[in-house]
């Protein structure tokens, strides 16, 4: 049932959970002051019972004789002339107070909890209350006799009920000419009129709380629907738009904080607007757009027409980026094939130069120059006849971890005796892939070696190699330059390096290479801090 409860109020609209928790508070309110009020009213008015009777008490102790009550205590004969004294006494206090009873007490209170009468009104007698007899008293009677008896002065009890009625009793000691206690009396003030006075008060407090929950509830309904008018208008314009109406416009609220939700949701409108003029725009120039399209149905055409955009557009870059590939392999084939041969003769007589004993260092200097830039514009030949390789040679399962430690021992002396380099190694064995031993070593060998050289004043480099799900995984990481997000976008693609002399051939080889293997490249990089190249290659089956 509570479960039931919280599901329909979750389900309310925003007006109704808004009035009906504004009213609740309201109501716990009014009924929690109400309640304070009566309890506050109510003690009270046992206050003014209490200090009535207190004020009785002490002015009636003062006309009783403490001789009399020492001969009524002696003789305890109620024909004796003291206790008719003693009786007419507190019978004019039934007649002179209405709603109220007197009694003269011994001051002792015995075993069992009772206290003995040594004089009763006329009014008592007619109830069965007979002098020396005992009153077996409750406990908000005897704390109030105790009191006045231990401390010798007036004391008061709280309202107590008895086989009687319901009662507040005083009680003022009778001293003697040296002080000491020889009686009590008592008043009793009959408190029935708190009874009663609580349910005029509980009456009107209930007819006082009705109209204000009904007055509150009406306010509150029109103050809500005024304050939370803007919000509803809110709702319905986001319901238009949900169905496809994006010309629907908000008036501006005089709310600060509704205006500037009126203001960003007309904004959100006129950008939704412009996004389908645009994407309608693109679709009739790939053919494909429905014009009069049912409004119900706008969202779901336009994320499929949008889906389909961007995989037409994924497909135009892998032709764009095929019609790049294939044009450097045409590019590299005419190289090899009108350049190569020339700079290998040229090359081939310059070291024939350079063997001649008569030429000066200057001279030497210049030809070992020419050779080495000789050299260099033949590794750019030789990366670019990788390029036009149209397949893979003969792929084969691999120990990742023995691949890995050979390019480390082949790597980490060039990294240490060249730069002030410190190596590290996290090897997983077991790992096996599926791949070509020298051509995923060229891979490693170039990314290793391009982290060597991005750590000019050196760092630290590691190689890390371990399985992830179906992959085997090589982790190069270098502390090096790093790089920003723009280059990491343009890594990998032809001619694009940020080396010095570099063509950004080796790590388009690289991405060649890797992608032919059915594995991947992912790059993390953080300008000033490093590099993470991880390369991704399947494992070998079984």
Not at 216 to 234: A, M, Q, S, T
Request: aromatic share 10%; hydrophobic share 40%.
């Amino acid at each position: 049932m509570t479960v039931f409860m919280k599901d329909q109020i979750k389900n309310l609209p925003l007006f109704r959970k808004v009035l009906l928790f504004s009213f609740l508070i309201t109501f716990l309110v009014t009924v929690l002051t109400a309640g304070i009020s009566f309890m506050v009213e109510t003690r009270q008015m046992e206050e003014q019972l209490s200090n009535r009777v207190v004020e009785m008490a002490s002015l009636w102790s003062s006309v009783i004789s403490h001789d009399d009550v020492e001969r009524v205590k002696e003789f305890q004969d109620p024909e004796h002339p003291a206790y008719k004294r003693l009786e007419h006494v507190i019978s004019l206090v039934d007649e002179k107070a209405s709603f109220s009873n007197a009694s003269l007490f011994m001051p002792e209170i015995s075993q069992e909890r009772s206290v003995m009468y040594l004089a009763t009104s006329k009014s008592q007698k007619n109830m069965g209350l007979e002098p020396f007899s005992y009153y077996s008293a409750g406990e908000a009677f005897l704390e109030g006799f105790s009191e006045a008896v231990s401390q010798n002065k007036t004391a008061s009890s709280n309202v107590y009920l008895d086989k009687y009625g319901m009662w507040i009793s005083a009680f003022v000691p009778i001293t003697d000419s040296h002080g000491n206690i020889t009686a009590i009396l008592c008043i009793d003030i009959d408190a029935t009129v708190i009874d009663s006075f609580q349910k005029d008060l509980a009456l009107y407090l209930s007819g006082f709380f009705l109209v204000i929950i009904i007055l509150v509830y009406f306010i509150l309904r029109r103050g809500l629907k005024k304050v939370l008018e803007p919000i509803n208008d809110i709702i319905s314009g986001f319901k238009e738009v949900s169905s496809g109406n994006f010309n629907v416009k908000l008036k501006p609220s005089n709310q600060s904080d509704l205006g500037v939700l009126s203001e960003r949701f007309n904004f959100m409108t006129n950008q939704l607007s412009i996004l389908f003029e645009r994407l309608s725009a693109t679709s009739e120039q790939f053919g494909s757009v429905q014009r009069n399209m049912p409004s119900s149905h706008r969202f779901e055409e336009a994320i499929g027409e949008m889906e389909h955009i961007m995989e037409k557009t994924k497909i135009l870059k892998e032709l764009q980026r095929a019609e790049k590939m294939n044009a450097i392999g045409q590019l590299a084939a005419s190289v090899a094939h009108e350049i190569r041969n020339p700079m290998t003769v040229v090359k081939g007589f310059l070291q024939i130069f350079l063997a001649k004993d008569q030429m000066s260092e200057e001279e030497r200097m210049y030809i070992k120059l020419m050779i080495d830039e000789m050299e260099r514009a033949e590794k750019i030949i030789n990366d670019y006849l990788s390029l036009a390789k149209p397949d893979l040679d003969q792929v084969e399962d691999l120990d990742a971890a023995e691949l890995a430690s050979k390019v480390m021992d082949l790597m980490n002396s060039y990294a240490m005796m060249s730069k002030n380099i410190s190596v590290a190694s996290h090897i997983s064995e077991g790992v096996y892939i599926r791949g070509n031993t020298s051509e995923l070593k060229q891979v490693l060998i170039n990314i290793y070696k391009n982290g060597i050289e991005a750590m000019k004043d050196g760092g630290s480099l590691a190689l890390s190699v371990y399985q992830d799900g179906q992959y085997g995984v090589f982790e190069i990481s270098d502390s090096g330059i790093g790089m920003t997000k723009e280059e990491l976008e343009r890594l990998g693609t032809a001619f694009y390096s940020l080396k010095e002399k570099g063509t950004g051939m080796g790590l388009l080889v690289c991405y060649q290479i890797i992608e032919r293997m059915k594995g991947r490249i992912e790059v993390d990089s953080e300008k000033g801090k490093g590099t993470v190249f991880r390369i991704y290659i399947p494992i070998a089956n079984g």
